[in-house]
C-alpha cells in the first residue's frame, strides 16, 4: 500500500481508527499502511478538520503519539442514556490533587506524592489506577524498588489535552513548592 493516494490515506487511516476503537500509535497505523508517520499525522489533521466539528457526532483525538475516535462532548448525555451508561463519579479533591503531583512531576513514587501532600495516597492512588488516569511506569533503582506511576492516555482524554506540554502552568506560589520537594521522584523517602 506504498502508493496510496491522499484520499485513499485518509480513509484507510479512517477506516483503521474507527475499527479499533482503542488508541493506536501513529507508528503502528504508518507500518501499516506503508507511510510515514508525518504522512499520517498529516492525515489525522485532515480528519480533526473534517470530523472535530460542533455538529460531527465524533471527534478525533491526538493524545502525543496515538489516535482515537470518540464521542464529542457535546452528544455525550444522548449517549449515556442509550448506552445507559451510569456518569462517573467525580474525582474528591485528594484524588485531584494526587493526579496533579502526579502529572507535573511524573514519573514520581507513592511516597514522592505523599511528601507533597503530607498524607497517605495508597487509596488514592489504587483509585485513580483502577480509572485508568494513572499507570505503574517502573521501578526506581533504590532499595525496596518503589513502583513509579505516570498518567495514561485516559488522563490526556479527560483533559481533552493532546500531551502533558498542554498543561497549564503551574501558579507561581505552587512552582516554589514543587521545587522544595526532592525532584529524584521521592528517592529520598
Do not use: W
Not at 484507510?12 to 508517520?37: H, R, S, T
Not at 480528519?47 to 478525533?60: A, Q, Y
Not at 488516569?133 to 533503582?141: A, D, F, K, P, T
Amino acid at each position: 500500500m506504498n502508493d496510496l493516494k491522499k484520499e485513499e490515506l485518509l480513509g484507510a487511516v479512517e477506516a483503521i481508527l474507527f475499527a479499533c476503537g482503542e488508541p493506536i500509535g501513529m507508528d503502528k497505523v504508518a507500518v501499516a499502511l506503508g507511510v510515514g508517520e508525518a504522512e499520517i499525522l498529516e492525515a489525522a489533521e485532515r480528519l480533526c478538520e473534517k470530523f472535530n466539528t460542533p455538529d460531527s457526532g465524533i471527534h478525533l483525538l491526538i493524545l502525543e503519539n496515538d489516535l482515537q475516535f470518540a464521542t464529542n462532548p457535546a452528544f455525550i448525555e444522548p449517549v449515556r442514556a442509550a448506552l445507559d451508561l451510569r456518569r462517573n463519579t467525580p474525582l474528591s479533591q485528594a484524588a485531584m490533587e494526587v493526579l496533579a503531583v502526579i502529572a507535573y512531576n511524573q514519573p514520581v513514587t507513592k511516597a514522592f506524592v505523599e511528601q507533597v501532600r503530607g498524607v497517605d495516597c495508597s487509596g488514592v492512588i489504587g483509585s485513580l489506577t483502577l480509572k485508568g488516569l494513572i499507570e505503574e511506569r517502573g521501578r526506581l533503582e533504590l532499595p525496596g524498588r518503589p513502583l513509579l506511576y505516570g498518567t495514561t492516555d485516559t488522563f490526556l482524554r479527560c483533559l481533552n489535552i493532546r500531551s502533558l506540554a498542554d498543561l497549564p502552568p503551574l501558579p507561581k506560589n505552587e512552582e516554589a513548592a514543587e521545587q522544595e520537594a526532592p525532584a529524584d521522584g521521592g528517592a529520598e523517602a
